[in-house]
């Protein structure tokens, strides 16, 4: 039995933005109509809390995958990235393991292509002035998700170091021939924006909802944890809330938990989950002025599409490094 090991630089080839923001919609629209199971993440702490272990299973008729993955915000400045592990695809008819996939790559791509997608169906249709804020794997990943999703008149980006700024608008010319301004603050980078990425570590906010403008679209990408939140309650209590799932919110997401606890919000505040949306069982944006926030805390079946994706695309382009995996029946 041969098992495909795709290493990070291949699935950055195998995995182009606009072809896996299409995948994430076919796969939330999946999961929107029961042809997916999600269960929610196993999630594991290190002392201290400075680092977690997760394990994201996903199953789908055709396919199964799991994600384990680290987690460790302290190595923001340091070599390596704050989101490593695995992905491994499953066949469903025989529980084959059939690729060993990097996650860091995929973890990055796929979501800034969900992103993209609740850009593409909740942001007004002439949104195009954006504001990121982060610097890091994400706050670049969006970048190039949103390039996708809109034609963008302006970019502006902000994160807390002024180098990784001046580092991101040159890696912005370079790789992307995007020009975007860097900003000293966090509010003038959103000031008059109509799309904004939340990218960061932060544990405490860092969007206040009083430097919102009216018909805004946010997608939160950065927060993962009861505790932790990019928005304060302020925004939260202007935003019309989806989400890409209810569970998921309603068990990890500071961003909804946190305003819930304060009384900034109610238990209805989640309009929909985007899927929903997708699939025309609930609406999107109802105005042009509506402040629309997608929450976005990561799923188990967008890195199921994803590696399928990457194993079909592997196997058409003979990419990737077979190595000998188990032994057949007849051993």
């Known amino acids: 039995m041969e098992l495909l090991v795709i290493n990070a630089a291949e699935v950055r080839q195998l995995l182009p933005m606009a072809a896996c923001m299409d995948a994430m919609e076919t796969a939330l629209k999946q999961l929107g109509r029961g042809e997916a199971q999600n269960p929610l993440r196993s999630v594991n702490w290190l002392p201290e809390k400075r680092g977690i272990l997760l394990a994201m299973p996903a199953l789908a008729e055709e396919a ?12 923001h400045g340091t ?23 990097d996650a860091t790559e995929i973890t990055a791509i796929r979501t800034a292509a969900v992103s993209g997608v609740a850009t ?52 912005a ?37 009083a430097w919102l403008s009216p018909g805004t679209h946010i997608n939160a990408v950065g927060s993962s ?7 304060d309650s302020a925004a939260m209590a202007l ?32 309009r929909a989950e985007l899927g929903e949306v997708l699939l025309g069982r609930a609406p999107g944006r109802s105005s042009d002025d509506e402040i629309t926030l997608f929450n976005s805390l990561g799923l188990a079946v967008e890195d199921l599409a994803s590696a399928q994706l ?14 000998e995996f188990g032994e057949s029946a007849e051993d």
Request: proline letters at 4%.
């Open 225 to 231: 944890t009861p505790s932790t939140r990019e928005l």
């Open 120 to 171: 593409r169906a909740l942001a007004r249709e002439d949104a195009g002035d954006l504001a990121i804020l982060g610097t890091g794997v994400q706050g670049r990943s969006h970048l190039q998700a949103m390039l996708e999703a809109r034609p963008l008149r302006r970019v502006r980006v902000w994160s807390r170091s002024e180098a990784s700024r001046a580092d991101y608008v040159r890696w």
């Open 310 to 323: 990457i194993y079909r695309e592997a196997q058409r382009r003979g990419q990737g490094t077979k190595v």
């Open 79 to 101: 070599p390596y990235d704050s989101h490593m592990g695995a992905v491994i695809l499953f066949d469903s008819q025989y529980g084959r393991p059939l690729a060993l996939m």
């Open 64 to 75: 199964m995958a799991i994600k384990v993955i680290t987690v460790m915000p302290g190595n």
């Open 239 to 270: 935003v019309s809330h989806f989400v890409d799932r209810r569970e998921s919110t309603l068990d990890e997401s500071g961003d909804y938990l946190i305003p819930l606890q304060e009384g900034a919000i109610g238990d209805d505040h989640i």
């Open 173 to 209: 010319s370079q790789e992307l021939d995007a020009e975007v301004e860097a900003m000293e603050s966090a509010q003038s980078a959103v000031t008059g924006a109509d799309l904004i990425c939340t990218a960061t570590a932060a544990a405490q906010p860092v969007l206040q909802g």
